[in-house]
């Protein structure tokens, strides 16, 4: 098991930056995935972006270029830095860890942490 606490959110005007966090409660050398998803009002969760434990990343089309995912396996802590934020990136933003055992995959959340983009 892992537990993830998210921080870094707020309130940010358009064309801002934030940087949210997620620690994890042990080590996530041996987590196979970590990714942020956000969900908006009325909208289902969706991915924003992921890193997996070699260090691969992709992003959802509607960041590339403006958000960036990193880990810190020391930190036990994976990072989403977000530049040039816009309206539409307003939504709860969530971290999720992803290991397998056995050839079962198991998931776990942090509880969300609000971002909203507002002049």
């Known amino acids: 098991q892992v537990q993830l606490v998210e921080s870094g959110g707020g309130l940010v005007q358009p064309g801002g930056s934030l940087r949210l966090s997620c620690a994890a409660s042990?080590?996530?050398?041996?987590?196979?995935?970590m990714g942020w998803y956000r969900q908006a009002p009325g909208k289902q969760r969706e991915l924003v972006a992921r890193i997996i434990s070699g260090g691969s990343t992709n992003y959802a089309d509607f960041v590339k270029g403006r958000f960036t995912i990193s880990r810190d396996n020391a930190k036990n802590t994976v990072y989403l830095q977000m530049n040039s934020l816009k309206f539409e990136d307003t939504a709860v933003y969530y971290c999720?860890?992803?290991?397998?055992?056995?050839?079962?995959?198991?998931?776990?959340w942090g509880q969300g942490t609000q971002v909203t983009v507002s002049s």
């Open positions: 042990r080590s996530i050398n041996n987590i196979n995935a």
């Open positions: 999720n860890a992803v290991q397998w055992r056995f050839g079962v995959p198991y998931d776990y």
